[in-house]
């Protein structure tokens, strides 16, 4: 009986679970790989599963799905919508949901996975399907690989993933090169000198100092960089105080930076670094400022030979006028690190999740629509089908091109 990939789809996104927490959406998984045949490792990276198929002489093809959800408290209205809660790494009680579809594509992958099993005479080599934990903390590529993946599972000669997105479902969009972007998160804590809000005069006030520093770091982008350069540079948290009037002894925000080069990444960072603590000082502060880095992703970036051959596996298996290149996306994966780790290519495409019709006047302005609810939104909702189905057919074919024939 084959895999019901509607039935698997709604299980998993009414039940999702926080970064390096996905231990039910891990054993589906693994019950799911062991009855199609494969050679199942669980527990790699923490929660991680890879199944492998060696089927004869020929190339090793790593597939790749993430399994974790996100912090969002979800407003589909969906019958399947999730109402799960979880507990976050700093222990405060979180609603959960799969707000960028990694729901989408463990079933994919899944589904996939049986195809191919299931039609194993038709090609030689060995057959890699991973299953990701902690992308949205990005760590979970590291830590797989951390954990001695390659020393337990065959080293690939290429890995091939997806993400689902909002461009039209049945659709693929695969650009090569620099393909998303680098990302690094950072917490700033800023340092003041606390006192009654009556009497501003005898403190430093953070709320003040995080204000200035909030406006000036927008400086960064408009006039440190070059028009041909970009970044983007993100605050998106700003927390001090407890009381009206009650000026507080410190503040703290939370940055975002998304960056294309790693020239530019470089210089952003380090402007950052000046632009805090020169503010730190300006306003009198008592100590530095502390910058804590939490977390990055690497540049993904698709290998362009690699690239043109899957492309054109995906535009025969979807159409031509189905596969397109979408430049390149400041969104941000950790896919990267599984393939240079194992130093092969990565092609890492998007799969169309959203509602065709919606599409109709990109096709004369040549802009995607900007109110169709994407990745991280608590209303995004890829729709079953035709999704769920391309997104299967385009692992299939791309894994295909890559394996020998039989």
């Known amino acids: 009986m084959s895999l019901d ?35 199942v490792t669980t527990g790699i990276g923490r929660t991680g599963v890879v199944g492998v198929l060696e089927n004869g002489e020929g190339p090793t093809v790593l597939l ?10 979800e407003a589909t209205g969906l019958p399947y919508a999730s109402t799960a809660r979880g507990t976050d790494p700093d222990g405060h009680d979180v609603p959960v949901m799969h707000a960028c579809g990694h729901d989408v594509h463990v079933t994919c992958l899944l589904g996939a996975g049986e195809r191919l099993v299931a039609d194993r005479g038709s090609w030689t080599g060995t057959l890699v399907v991973l299953f990701q934990p902690a992308e949205e903390w990005g760590g979970g590529a590291q830590a797989m690989v951390d954990d001695d993946l390659y020393g337990r599972v065959p080293t690939p000669d290429v890995v ?35 006192g009654h809000g009556s009497r501003p005069e005898t403190t430093v006030d953070p ?19 070059a028009a041909t350069d970009a970044a983007v540079v993100t605050v998106g948290q700003l927390h001090a105080g407890t009381k009206h009037n009650i000026i507080p002894a410190e503040a703290t925000l939370g940055l975002s930076v998304r960056s294309f080069d790693e ?18 000082a300006a306003s009198g502060a008592p100590r530095e400022p502390e910058i804590v880095f939490d977390e990055g992703f690497p ?15 995906l535009r025969a298996a979807l159409g031509d006028d189905r596969v397109i290149d979408p430049g390149v996306v400041s969104g941000s994966e950790d896919v990267g690190i599984l393939a240079s780790a194992a130093g092969v290519p990565l092609v890492y495409w998007f799969l169309g999740g ?53």
């Open 5 to 39: 990939l509607d039935a698997v789809y709604r299980d998993l996104h009414a039940n999702p679970e926080l970064s390096f927490q996905e231990h039910r959406t891990a054993g589906v998984v693994a019950e799911a790989l062991g009855r199609f045949g494969f050679d």
């Open 64 to 73: 790749r799905a993430d399994m974790d959800g996100l912090p969002v408290l």
């Open 160 to 194: 091939l993933g997806q993400h689902v997105g909002p461009f039209p479902a049945g659709f693929a969009a695969v650009h090569a090169g620099v393909a998303m972007a680098a990302a690094d998160s950072l917490t700033v804590h800023l340092h003041g000198a606390g």
């Open 207 to 225: 709320v003040y100092l995080a204000a200035a520093t909030t406006m000036r770091l927008q400086g960064i982008v408009a006039r440190e960089l």
């Open 263 to 280: 020239h530019v990444r470089t210089k952003v960072l380090a402007s950052i670094e000046r632009i805090v603590k020169a503010e730190a």
């Open 299 to 313: 540049l993904t970036v698709n290998e362009p030979a690699a690239t043109e051959r899957t492309a054109a596996a």
């Open 354 to 406: 959203a509602d065709p019709s919606l599409f109709g006047d990109a096709l004369v302005t040549g802009r995607m629509p900007d109110d169709i609810p994407s990745n991280h939104s608590p209303h995004f909702a890829p729709l079953i089908d035709p999704t769920l189905e391309a997104g299967v057919v385009a692992l299939v074919a791309a894994a295909r091109e890559w394996l020998g024939r039989a």
